[in-house]
């Protein structure tokens, strides 16, 4: 078999619930999401995926190097935000290997289509790491119209150029992502790239705020003061743009089959992050920010007719890193040696759904001086020097604390925790946490 061309989609601040296939309802105007539906029931569906962080560009950083991101300074900020444009160290290094700089070196056409929000030129930036191509914005969140960032500022980019373009942001990435693979077709049936199969990331900023539907252009321009829209939104709001996105990915998938080439694309979708504050997580409890479930569970669909089975459900632990780990596998190129992965390839599970392996995720948060580690069915915590015990598949709820019940399994597990901390760098001291709200705009979970 060739190998194959990969699709990596990222949605924004999405929740574990907020997909049809993993137990949302239905909206006011039917399915939220029935073509990621039916990816999933046509590939393979993961209900204990987490991301590497529950904030943004930290999970970023891991996404994009296949490693821990704390190994690196840019991803101690939660989040990187707008005031670091121009800063030399707030970025994604250009000298680090990345998953596409590997790929592309590995004969692999790349592309980045969305958001990037790894540091900006001339210091850092998609082009600088390892993508042929790039368009999108640079820092964490935009106008959906206007394009602008929270400080007013225009952010959408082609290449390292501000580029002008009318539209609604996650319907003008879906029509650049279909041009793509339009593109790549055309290149694959040349003898010049016959052999150049592609790697697209496709990171939509969906559904993270601001509030806007493809019909609410009327509300643009929202600006610094008011991006947020803290008093805006509400579920019927976020639920449509969630529904655009899913359009936009059968967009592609349309593309992928009127060129015969979606048997052997691994189409792999997830979030960079739990579901903030209209996104559905139940059962579990928190959002972004948190180290709860809530914050770092997410949906992980695969798609890949030529080696995924139909309808296959796996409870592997598994987090961001893993799927980098995993396209690098599957494309058969190797890491730098100079720079392990500490992500695992999970190419046994996408060829069998029942196979599976111990694999420990272990996370920290500046904020709140959050830690955790999951291990099997177990999961230690500890927010604001409070520590909890959890047996998740139990108590997906996190709310029965077993840590005066099994202090030695609580004690081990935060001995654990201790060790692999000690193997990563320090959070500075001038690390930054951005919160966009508090309890003064919201009550606490």
Not at 29 to 46: I, W
Not at 125 to 140: I, K, N, T
Not at 160 to 184: C, F, P
Not at 306 to 330: N, P, Y
Request: some cysteine.
């Amino acid at each position: 078999m060739t190998r194959p061309n990969i699709i990596f989609i990222v949605a924004d601040d999405l929740g574990y619930a907020d997909l049809g296939c993993y137990g949302g309802r239905d909206a006011a105007f039917g399915p939220v999401s029935p073509v990621l539906d039916g990816l999933a029931a046509n590939g393979l569906k993961l209900t204990q995926g987490y991301a590497n962080s529950p904030v943004c560009s930290p999970t970023r950083f891991g996404m994009i190097t296949a490693r821990y991101q704390y190994r690196l300074r840019g991803a101690a900020e939660e989040p990187i935000n707008s005031k670091s444009r121009g800063s030399t160290t707030l970025g994604l290094p250009t000298d680090h290997p990345t998953l596409p700089s590997l790929l592309k070196a590995g004969g692999y056409q790349t592309a980045l289509i969305g958001k990037w929000h790894l540091g900006y030129p001339p210091t850092f930036g998609p082009l600088r790491s390892g993508y042929d191509e790039f368009f999108g914005p640079m820092s964490g969140g935009v106008d959906y119209f206007t394009h602008c960032d929270s400080t007013g500022r225009h952010d959408l980019w082609f290449g390292e150029e501000d580029k002008q373009e009318e539209g609604y942001l996650t319907d003008i990435l879906s029509k650049r992502a279909v041009d793509y693979v339009d593109r790549m077709a055309a290149l694959q049936k040349t003898d010049d790239g016959k052999d150049a199969p592609f790697f697209l990331s496709l990171h939509y900023t969906a559904p993270h705020w601001p509030w806007e539907t493809r019909d609410d252009a009327e509300k643009a321009p929202l600006v610094k003061d008011n991006l947020f829209d803290l008093a805006g939104g509400n579920i019927h709001v976020y639920r449509r743009m969630i529904h655009h996105m899913d359009e936009g990915i059968g967009w592609i998938m349309a593309a992928l089959h009127k060129h015969g080439m979606a048997d052997n694309t691994l189409v792999v979708f997830t979030s960079d992050n739990g579901g903030e504050r209209f996104s559905d997580n139940w059962p579990l409890v928190g959002g972004k920010m948190d180290l709860t479930e809530g914050g770092i569970r997410v949906p992980w669909i695969a798609h890949w007719p030529a080696v995924i089975g139909k309808g296959g459900e796996s409870t592997q632990l598994c987090m961001t890193m893993d799927w980098s780990a995993t396209m690098l596998d599957a494309a058969g190129v190797a890491a730098d040696p100079a720079y392990p992965l500490d992500g695992v390839s999970l190419m046994p599970v996408l060829k069998d759904a029942k196979q599976s392996f111990r694999r420990p995720l272990h996370w920290r948060m500046n904020h709140r001086g959050q830690e955790a580690l999951r291990d099997g069915d177990w999961k230690y915590l500890k927010v604001d020097d409070n520590e909890y015990l959890f047996n998740i598949p139990a108590d997906e709820r996190e709310r029965a604390n077993l840590a005066k019940k099994e202090p030695e399994r609580l004690a081990a597990m935060r001995a654990d925790w201790a060790q692999w901390n000690a193997t990563m760098p320090a959070i500075p001291e001038d690390a930054t946490v951005s919160l966009g709200y508090s309890v003064k705009d919201m009550p606490q979970r």
